[in-house]
Nanobody, 120 residues
Framework: VQLQASGGGLVQPGGSLRLSCAVS????????MGWYRQAPGKQRELVAA???????NYADSVKGRFTISRDNAKNTVYLEMNSLKPEDTAVYYC???????????????WGQGTLVTVSS
């Protein structure tokens, strides 16, 4: 199973970015998909998650600015980030709780991370 994240970059304060994370491999089903971030010197924190029913959950710091969505046909999760602030600067990681074929358990897999820098 592989998670390939993309879409990071440098953006000015107030700008927007859209992150994508595609899950590939021998996948039977995907439960929750999410985005975490880790800023320099800080612990990794949850940004947003979305369950199999597409119900989202957001960190208070991003509510009203970020939108998480998923395309189940493409096994892809997105994070639309608007009104970006310098404090949003971090490496963003996607993850996915999923079940592989021929198993009876779920595991969490992580992507490689994509850097988002918000600076003027």
């Amino acid at each position: 199973v592989q998670l390939q994240a993309s879409g990071g970059g440098l953006v000015q304060p107030g700008g927007s970015l859209r992150l994508s994370c595609a899950v590939s491999g021998s996948i039977f089903s995907i439960n929750t998909m999410g985005w975490y971030r880790q800023a320099p010197g800080k612990q990794r924190e949850l940004v947003a998650a979305i369950n199999i029913g597409s119900t989202p959950n957001y960190a208070d710091s991003v509510k009203g600015r970020f939108t998480i969505s998923r395309d189940n046909a493409k096994n892809t999760v997105y994070l639309e980030m608007n009104s970006l602030k310098p404090e949003d600067t971090a490496v963003y990681y996607c993850n996915s709780l999923l079940k592989r074929f021929y198993t009876d358990y779920t595991l969490t897999y992580w992507g490689q991370g994509t850097l988002v820098t918000v600076s003027s």
